[in-house]
């Protein structure tokens, strides 16, 4: 995924900069960046590793020595960013969130125009802000390059491009990722995440539309291109992504949790002692769950935060599972002798959840229950970078599917996608059993649907169904 903050004003913008943009890691791991602009001293810019240090403690220094009324900062899961760009525009600042997935085809194309190079990172891929700035130079103004990269790219790509004159700000073209403006005396900003700038003074104004194109001043935030009619935000940021606090298209995180809760709850038999939700993403869930249910709510299990306060860190799949189940500290006298409820987010690969589930038995829990806030996921994400697994096999459901289908046959996945069929039955009971949980209930999808409360031609629900 990934995180951007930028501010247009008045005066020196790097505190509201620093601490917006901080707002925004828990959408990325690995890369931090912050640029300004003045007048008088042009542009500066500093990016770091954050993969082992919270941004504020990588970005403190750099705090007390830029200077700026033009900023933009980036929390990314991948490429180094935001990048310092000089061409035919002048120069720039630019930020990315989205997925290229026919890059390969891109560069070539840039090749052929005469196209000189890229700048590899390490392992070899192309920075795919780099590419994006390269996609935009092909064309006389910003705007025209801006509209030029949401037509060429499939996949998704939300852009922050920052100049002397003012912050461009250009949501994907089909409003996968959230962009919010806000306003106060003296001062705009604009950012993924809407409570990002609640507590620096400013005001919500509004959110941009699907391929909606607007520049950010310290005077006003105007349209530039008009938004599209057509829409597919990414579902996932209420049941996952996005902080408890934030809103998309109106629509709260938190509630739309408590409501997804509530929907489990209505289908459900379990008859357990208590309710929980994984840390952190899961505890809403399962509060919804249990103020339906009138079941009571327990934390049997406390997520350690004071010196590991982010969740994806390190890298490597093995190495995250083993800091997750470290970071859960149980409380034994929660756990012992108890049938419990437990809610998480969602079942990717299975591997944490699986080792949570068999932590809490040797903790001395009876019975656990486990209710995803989600459908099993079919398809890797091809928008967001939600993940980028080698393969769609790294997927629980696809895994099961192929042991019950066999590797050579060609598979239609509808039937595992609709909870209705026989096919869907056998397989939530194999992952049960794979996972040695006591029962196994995945959330619905027209359940989900109806808990976030947006009509379902505006939601993006491929990585459930497959439908784009």
Not at 10 to 21: A, E, H, S
Not at 49 to 57: L, V
Not at 295 to 319: A, E, G, L, N
Not at 415 to 424: F, H, I, L, M
């Amino acid at each position: 995924m990934g995180g951007f903050f930028g501010v247009a004003s008045k005066t020196d913008c790097v505190f509201d900069l620093f601490f917006g943009t901080d707002y925004h890691s828990h959408l990325g791991t690995r890369r931090a960046g912050m640029a300004v602009y003045s007048p008088e001293r042009g542009f500066d810019r500093a990016i770091h590793n954050i993969e082992n240090s919270p941004f504020r403690t990588k970005f403190d220094k750099d705090v007390n020595t830029m200077e700026g009324s033009f900023g933009v900062g980036c929390i990314s899961d991948y490429e180094p960013q935001p990048l310092l760009v000089r061409s035919h525009h002048g120069t720039y600042t630019i930020t990315t969130v989205g997925k290229i997935n026919n890059q390969d085809e891109i560069v070539k194309q840039l090749f052929t125009k005469g196209h000189a190079h890229f700048l590899e990172m390490s392992g070899g891929d192309i920075n795919a802000t780099e590419l994006v700035a390269a996609i935009v130079n092909q064309k006389d103004n910003l705007v025209e390059g801006i509209q030029y990269a949401q037509e060429v790219i499939e996949g998704s790509m939300t852009m922050l491009i920052m100049t002397p004159k003012g912050i461009y700000a250009a949501r994907d073209r089909m409003g996968r990722t959230p962009v919010s403006i806000g306003k106060k005396d003296g001062a705009y900003c604009v950012a993924f995440e809407e409570f990002s700038y609640l507590n620096l003074g400013y005001t919500p104004v509004r959110e941009l539309g699907p391929g909606e194109i607007a520049i950010i001043t310290p005077e006003y935030a105007r349209t530039l291109v008009n938004p599209g009619t057509d829409m597919k935000i990414c579902t996932f940021l209420w049941v996952y992504y996005g902080y408890p606090s934030s809103s998309y298209e109106g629509i709260s995180v938190e509630q739309m949790r408590y409501n997804c809760g509530a929907k489990l709850a209505d289908r459900d038999d379990a008859q357990p002692d208590i309710v929980a939700g994984v840390p952190d993403s899961g505890i809403a869930h399962a509060v919804g769950y249990a103020n339906r249910s009138k079941i009571p709510f327990s934390r049997p299990f406390i997520k350690y935060t004071p010196t590991w306060p982010r969740s994806f860190t390190p890298t490597m799949q093995s190495q995250r599972n083993l800091i997750a189940k470290m970071k859960l500290i149980p409380v034994h006298d929660l756990i012992d002798g108890k049938k419990l409820l437990l809610i998480d987010d969602s079942i990717v690969r299975g591997t944490q959840l699986g080792e949570t589930t068999q932590f809490l038995y040797e903790s001395g829990a009876k019975e656990v229950h486990i209710r995803p806030a989600c459908p099993p996921i079919m398809y890797g994400c091809k928008y967001l970078n939600f993940s980028r697994s080698s393969s769609e096999m790294d997927l629980i459901a696809r895994r099961v599917i192929r042991e019950m289908e066999g590797a050579d046959k060609e598979i239609d996945l509808m039937k595992y996608v609709n909870p209705d069929t026989p096919e869907y039955a056998e397989m939530v009971d194999r992952i049960c059993k794979q996972l040695n949980f006591t029962s196994l209930r995945y959330h619905r999808l027209d359940d989900m649907i109806e808990a976030v409360g947006i009509d379902r031609s505006k939601l993006c629900t491929y990585c459930w169904d497959g439908r784009e």
